[in-house]
C-alpha cells in the first residue's frame, strides 16, 4: 500500500476552477494506476477519472469528461486532478486511490485511499 494526502479542494461559484492534488508516499508509486472518487452526501462512492502506473491511458466518467483532466508526476509523486466549468452537482469529498498495476473503475479495484478534500460548487 501507499499512503495519500489529497489537498486543493474548497468553494468556487459555478462556472470556476480547482485543482486538485494527491501526494503519493513509497517508491513504487509508479509501479501504482491512480484514481479519482467522489462521494456526496447520501450517494454511493463513484468513480470519476483515473491514469494508469505509465500515465498513457486515462479515464474519466461520463458526467466529467471535456471538464476534468487528470495527470501524473513521477518525479513529484503526485497525481492531480484539474477541475474546470464546474457545476453544483459537483459537490462532493473527492478522494485519491491507489492500485497496483492496470488501470480499474471500481471502488473495490482500490487499496489505499486518501482522507478525501471537500469541494462545493454554488451556483
Known amino acids: 500500500q501507499v499512503q495519500l494526502v489529497e489537498s486543493g479542494g474548497g468553494s468556487v461559484q459555478a462556472g470556476g476552477s480547482l485543482r486538485l492534488s494527491c501526494a503519493a508516499s513509497?517508491?513504487?508509486?509508479?509501479?501504482?494506476?491512480m484514481g479519482w472518487f467522489r462521494q456526496a452526501p447520501g450517494k454511493e462512492r463513484e468513480f470519476v477519472s483515473g491514469?494508469?502506473?505509465?500515465?498513457?491511458?486515462?479515464n474519466y466518467a461520463d458526467s466529467v469528461k471535456g471538464r476534468f483532466t487528470i495527470s501524473r508526476s513521477s518525479a513529484k509523486n503526485t497525481v492531480y486532478l484539474q477541475m474546470n466549468s464546474l457545476k453544483p452537482e459537483d459537490t462532493a469529498v473527492y478522494y485519491c486511490?491507489?492500485?497496483?498495476?492496470?488501470?480499474?473503475?471500481?471502488?473495490?479495484?482500490?487499496?489505499?485511499w486518501g482522507q478525501g478534500t471537500q469541494v462545493t460548487v454554488s451556483s
Open positions: 513509497g517508491r513504487t508509486f509508479s509501479s501504482y494506476s
Open positions: 491514469i494508469s502506473w505509465s500515465g498513457s491511458s486515462r
Open positions: 486511490a491507489a492500485r497496483p498495476g492496470a488501470l480499474a473503475s471500481g471502488v473495490v479495484n482500490y487499496d489505499s
